[in-house]
């Protein structure tokens, strides 16, 4: 059972460019969530997305940023007309559906690094 | 303090020697789990422990937790080189419809050789 897959690895944009993450959670795992590490910090959350819906984005700045999780393929983190303090590690991390007993344990990818010129 | 707040900041021990880390956090918890971090590397899971778990062992690693408290320390027993690292704790928020987990700014770990 592979784990949670994130890409790129590293992703270097110039200024009003957009960034495109992508996450492939665990099989099996429903929902998947977003944090933002800046240098030298810990890892903020940013959303909380199931399938098709997004359940919690009180983390996630108002403009640029948006998020998805459509019913097939990865969940993406898109951010429009990036700016240098977008510049961070991106992290991903899935859990199973709820009922399973283990929902609220989180399983992380490897990160993306953005860099924006 | 934020929630998932750890202490020291910086911790710096000579090879051998034990390492211990706290956290305090301020709301109720489901879990708590404590991750590693490699400079400029993803987040290695080190231990979850639940809200009736008091105390976990895995390894060269011992994790306490305190409810009353709200403080959770983690040990590293005969540190070695290779535990050079940031050290973070992880709470998820028990609030209804939202499992997110906050994490603390960690402690940045260097055994020394």
């Known amino acids: 059972n592979a784990g949670v897959m994130q890409n790129p690895r590293h992703l270097v944009r110039r200024r009003g460019q957009e960034a495109r993450l992508r996450c492939s959670p665990m099989?099996?795992?429903?929902?998947v969530y977003w944090y933002r590490q800046l240098p030298e910090e810990g890892l903020k959350f940013m959303v909380y997305l199931q399938k098709e819906n997004i359940i919690d984005e009180s983390g996630m700045p108002k403009e640029r940023f948006s998020a998805e999780f459509p019913k097939e393929g990865p969940s993406i983190l898109r951010i429009q007309q990036v700016v240098r303090g977008d510049s961070a590690a991106y992290f991903c991390?899935?859990?199973?559906?709820?009922?399973?007993?283990?929902?609220?344990?989180?399983?992380f990818g490897p990160g993306t690094r953005l860099t924006v010129l | 303090s934020q929630q998932g707040e750890e202490d020291p900041q910086a911790l710096s021990i000579q090879e051998g020697e034990n390492a211990t880390m706290n956290c305090s956090y301020k709301t109720s918890i489901n879990n708590l789990q404590w991750y590693r971090q490699n400079s400029g590397r993803g987040l290695v899971h080190l231990i979850l422990?639940?809200?009736?778990?008091r105390e976990k062992h895995s390894g060269r690693l011992r994790v306490t937790l305190d409810t009353s408290k709200k403080s959770s320390s983690l040990l590293i027993t005969a540190s070695r080189a290779a535990d050079t690292a940031s050290y973070f704790c992880?709470?998820?928020?028990?609030?209804?419809?939202?499992?997110?987990?906050?994490f603390g700014t960690g402690t940045r770990l260097k055994v020394l050789a």
């Open positions: 422990i639940r809200s009736n778990e």
């Open positions: 099989k099996g795992h429903s929902h």
């Open positions: 991390a899935s859990s199973p559906p709820r009922g399973s007993g283990t929902y609220n344990e989180q399983f």
């Open positions: 992880a709470t998820d928020a028990r609030r209804s419809g939202t499992y997110k987990y906050i």
